[in-house]
């Protein structure tokens, strides 16, 4: 039987400078580009185009839309940083050839990533390559920059929590145990989370200390949140909140910290409420209910945190490894950074967050929790 091709996947990340201006087209270009790409290609299985802004790597483009808002992996990143062509040989899991090259814009400034996924037709290793390197150069020539790739329009939404959302806490107004039934903080406690899907092989490892942190004047619990790949260290990350009188739980910032090859790689991400205009967000509210289809920052750093939250339901059944929770609370996240990404956590009572949703194909469940 002859050999089909069978999947090829062009995958860019866009590193999007954090001036980039509201105005900036959305995500139709993309399409476009993958629509006529395929086209003229009839072998061409599946392609992606995958934007980079902010702390965040997420799909924006897909010719199977079920793709759209998956984020990318680290071998993605660590291409676009460093810039070094990586080539991984068909395998018996994957009888493919994956190449990962960095795209460019029509003045050779780095836009992203293309990841070309080639089954071999007999030709020699080489042969493979350069089919991979005639999609690239294909794809570039329609791509002008990182703005036509991956865009940045802000929904009148969010340009309306952006004026809105200034929160000013008095910090004698502050507790200090964060007691909320939905977002426990009991330190020595520790949740184990597994992921599916793109993320089989990640655990997440979340301790709430015994350490506080000042910010603002408001003494805030320092939760560490540790993820893996297999048995190796990819994110360490130190999160801070706070709990007001009323019971809302405040994310008050983070220290975050990426790996590579047992080295730290980047702090994307990190933010501290009251520096540099960063803005403390809700984690979540007293009483849930009552923000029932209202959108609120989770966090606020201009062009690094811009995470935002919507209270979609407060009477959620959740299924998890560790057992199955009734009368959760769902919440819908979102980011201007990331703006076709839409992922969805459950809070329950007593435990906290047992769910995360990222895209239809990846997810992270509780599986264990150990009490002090």
């Not at 071999?120 to 991979?132: C, D, H, I, S, Y």
């Not at 329609?142 to 008095?170: C, E, K, M, W, Y």
Request: net charge negative; charged share 25%.
């Amino acid at each position: 039987m002859t050999q089909k091709l069978m999947a090829l996947a062009a995958i860019a990340a866009i590193a999007v400078s954090s001036s980039m201006q509201a105005q900036t087209p959305g995500t139709s270009h993309a399409q476009s580009v993958l629509a006529d790409v395929s086209k003229r290609h009839p072998d061409v299985r599946e392609m992606e185009l995958i934007a980079r802004r902010g702390d965040g790597c997420v799909t924006v483009a897909a010719t199977d839309k079920g793709d759209i808002g998956d984020s990318c992996d680290r071998k993605e990143r660590q291409v676009l940083r460093d810039g070094a062509a990586l080539v991984e040989a068909p395998s018996r899991r994957d009888p493919v050839y994956i190449i990962t090259e960095q795209l460019h814009d029509a003045q050779g400034a780095v836009i992203g990533l293309i990841i070309t996924d080639l089954v071999p037709r007999g030709e020699a290793r080489e042969a493979v390559l350069a089919r991979a390197a005639a999609i690239r150069s294909e794809v570039e020539s329609q791509i002008g920059s990182a703005a036509q790739l991956a865009g940045n329009a802000r929904t009148d939404r969010q340009q309306t929590v952006d004026a809105s959302f200034a929160p000013r806490l008095d910090a004698s107004r502050f507790v200090s145990a964060v007691t909320n039934q939905f977002f426990p903080l009991v330190p020595g406690t520790t949740l184990r989370y597994r992921g599916t899907g793109r993320a089989s092989n990640e655990t997440t490892v979340t301790t709430v200390t015994n350490d506080t942190r000042m910010i603002m004047g408001i003494r805030a619990v320092v939760v560490h949140d540790q993820v893996f790949v297999g048995e190796v260290l990819k994110e360490d990350t130190f999160d801070w909140y706070a709990q007001d009188a009323d019971g809302t739980v405040w994310y008050m910032g983070e220290d975050t910290k990426e790996y590579r090859d047992g080295r730290v790689a980047s702090n994307e991400g990190s933010w501290e409420a009251g520096v540099n205009g960063a803005q403390p967000g809700v984690m979540m509210w007293a009483d849930p209910a009552a923000h029932l289809g209202a959108t609120y920052r989770q966090e606020y750093l201009a062009g690094v945190a811009e995470d935002m939250g919507k209270v979609i339901g407060v009477s959620a059944s959740v299924s998890t490894p560790y057992g199955k929770f009734d009368g959760c609370v769902e919440t819908e996240d979102t980011s201007p950074l990331e703006p076709n990404v839409h992922g969805r956590k459950f809070y329950c009572r007593g435990v906290g967050i047992v769910k995360e949703v990222e895209s239809a194909n990846e997810t992270s469940e509780l599986v264990a929790v150990r009490r002090p």
